[in-house]
């Protein structure tokens, strides 16, 4: 009994560990006007991140949109821990409303997860971007049950490498977030070809997911 109250306990604390800063998310976070998500799609490399975590768990990461018959998917691809290659498909959400074109989200679907956690939502907004070179993105999570929230920032390029006047542009939305630059984790697109290659769907890396309380 001790042993299962001892894991329950860790298990608890180890998804309460992701949610760092109080209260709920930011209200009205300003995101790109007028919006055009097809000059969005296809393919970016994030050079940059930002997540209120602190967790580094992986580089290489490649967003990859794909546009099929049933709707408009993200592939999210990276290398976890310097070993394995592996990929989350979620399905983007179109807002209805113009004025809340970038105002994106994307749900993941987990047939073997528990009922509640089958399919989970999260926001992802684009801040800013050109379309040809930067885009700046955001996700937040709110856990009720401890009242705190948990940010991420992806910082994309078109190319590898991001130039300067681009990045620059790219890290303007942080300010209105309170994030400082300075804390942006540089993403290692050199390396590559790790030793594994998952062909099957993980775990989403960069969203956090709350406890949920019914
Ligand atoms: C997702 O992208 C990765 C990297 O490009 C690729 O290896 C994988 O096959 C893609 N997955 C799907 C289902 O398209
Ligand atoms: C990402 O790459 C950097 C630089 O090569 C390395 O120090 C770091 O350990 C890598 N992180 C992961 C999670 O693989
Ligand atoms: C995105 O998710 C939020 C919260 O669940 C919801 O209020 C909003 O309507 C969703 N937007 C779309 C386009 O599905």
Same mark, same amino acid.
């Given at each position: 009994m001790? +042993?299962?109250l001892i894991l329950f306990v860790l298990s608890v604390c180890s998804v309460f560990g992701y949610f760092t800063?109080?209260?709920?998310? !930011?209200?009205n976070v300003p995101v790109k006007e007028e919006f055009r998500l097809a000059s969005f799609l296809e393919k970016w490399y994030q050079t940059h991140y930002y997540s209120t975590d602190g967790q580094k768990l992986n580089n290489c990461s490649v967003i990859q949109w794909e546009t099929t018959r049933t709707g408009i998917y993200l592939n999210q691809s990276r290398v976890d821990r310097g070993l394995f290659h592996r990929y989350t498909?979620? +399905?983007l959400e179109i807002p209805p409303r113009i004025e809340d074109a970038a105002r994106l989200n994307v749900s993941f679907t987990f047939p073997d997860a !528990?009922?509640?956690?089958?399919?989970?939502?999260?926001?992802f907004?684009?801040?800013a971007t050109n379309y040809n070179y930067y885009?700046?993105?955001?996700?937040?999570e709110y856990s009720p049950l401890i009242d705190k929230h948990f940010i991420y920032v992806w910082i994309l390029s078109r190319h590898q490498i991001l130039n300067d006047v681009s990045k620059e542009l790219a890290i303007k939305p942080l300010s209105a977030l309170r994030i400082d630059p300075k804390n942006l984790?540089?993403?290692?697109?050199?390396?590559?070809?790790?030793k594994y290659f998952e062909d099957m769907q993980a775990e989403?890396?960069?969203?956090?997911y709350p406890v949920p309380i019914h």
């Open positions: 001790l +042993k299962i800063l109080p209260g709920d998310c !930011p209200k498909i979620g +399905k !528990p009922r509640r956690l089958t399919v989970r939502r999260y926001p907004y684009v801040l885009a700046t993105v955001y996700t937040c984790v540089k993403d290692d697109l050199s390396k590559c070809s790790p989403p890396m960069t969203f956090r």
